[in-house]
Structure formats: C-alpha cells, structure tokens
C-alpha cells in the first residue's frame, strides 16, 4: 500500500473513534425520519378531530347524528372519517353515539324522576319502545329494570365520568345543568330543569 493509501485508512479510523456514538444518516433513514414525523403530526390531527366529533356528539345527544355531518366537520369523507373513527375509539361513529346517549340515559335514571317516555324523548327517541330496546341491548336491562335496580343502591351513581360533576344538557340550552351529588336525588321533572335555565 501506499502512504496515500494508509493515510485514507488512518482518517478512517480516527473518524470512527470521534464518532463511535453516532450513526452516519443515508437518505433513506432521512426519509423515514421525515414520514415517521409526518406520521405522528397525522395521527396527532386525526386525533384532534376525533375529539372535536365527540365532543359534538355529547353537545348534541338530543338530536339524529348524520356520519356525513361529522365527516364535514373533521373536513374529512364520510368514509375515511368511519375509517378514522373506528381506529381511534374501536367503534363506529353510530355506535359510540348510542352509547354516548344510554350513558346519560342512566345518569338521568339514576338521579331525576323522569319517566322512560320523558327520558326517550329528551335524549331524541320518537319512540320510546325503540329507546327501551336500545337501552336493554346495551345494559343488558330495561330502562325501568335498571332504575329500579339503582335505587336499592345506598349511593347514586355517577356514571358520566366528567370529574365527579353529573350534567345534563337541555334542548336548546348550550350550557350544561350541573346537579350535585346528593344521597338521593330529587325528583326533577323536565319542565322543572328547563324552566330554571330559560330565565
């Protein structure tokens, strides 16, 4: 060999001591690094817009939910927003509204005097036999059964997960009715709950 060629040699070697800890990048490591964090921003904006859905799903649970109206406000398709949906929360859109809406169902079981009749038609159902076969197939139980069964309990039940905080919302109010967590809840009666939100 010649003392030019041991030289690139001995370079080497030092470039390799100085930078034991470090891994040369090739183009396609910079590529993927690139789609990795494009990746992430998508799953992070896919996400957000999830939420944004849910949320609008909660403040709305009196009313019929259209999939494309969702999809319009995720500025998505209808198909790639149930695609995206699904992969999020492991459910289709319509399926984690109706349970969105028996969970207030049981809440207003649990902690009103409503009737089924009142609370089908206050959660959006026209009728109240498809709201009691809806219920029954998610809580396995009838909605007066289950009432029944909450009252024998010596605590209510707070079934809305929202910081301990049991709220309702009312058609045509944006803000929530908050109710405290008493032992027992009062009998309220929806004319009651509106009327004090309508002053």
Known sequence: MSAVGLKVVDDRLEDRQVFSGFRVLSNDDLDN???SSASRNDKAASRRKIDRCIAYMKQHLNR???VAALAALANVS???FFALFKNQTGC???DYFTRL???QARWLLNNTGLSVKEIAGFLGYDDPFYFSRAFKSIN???PSEYRSRQRNLAEPVDDNGDEGLNYMRLPGINSR???AKPNRAPNFNLQTLQSS???
Do not use: D, E, F, G
């Open 177 to 179: 009715v908050v109710l």
């Open 140 to 142: 396995q139980v009838a």
């Open 197 to 199: 939100y309508n002053r």
């Open 78 to 80: 209808p198909s790639h």
């Open 92 to 94: 289709a859109p319509i």
């Open 33 to 35: 690094a690139k789609t």
């Open 64 to 66: 019929p939910l259209q």
């Open 101 to 103: 809406r028996m969970r």
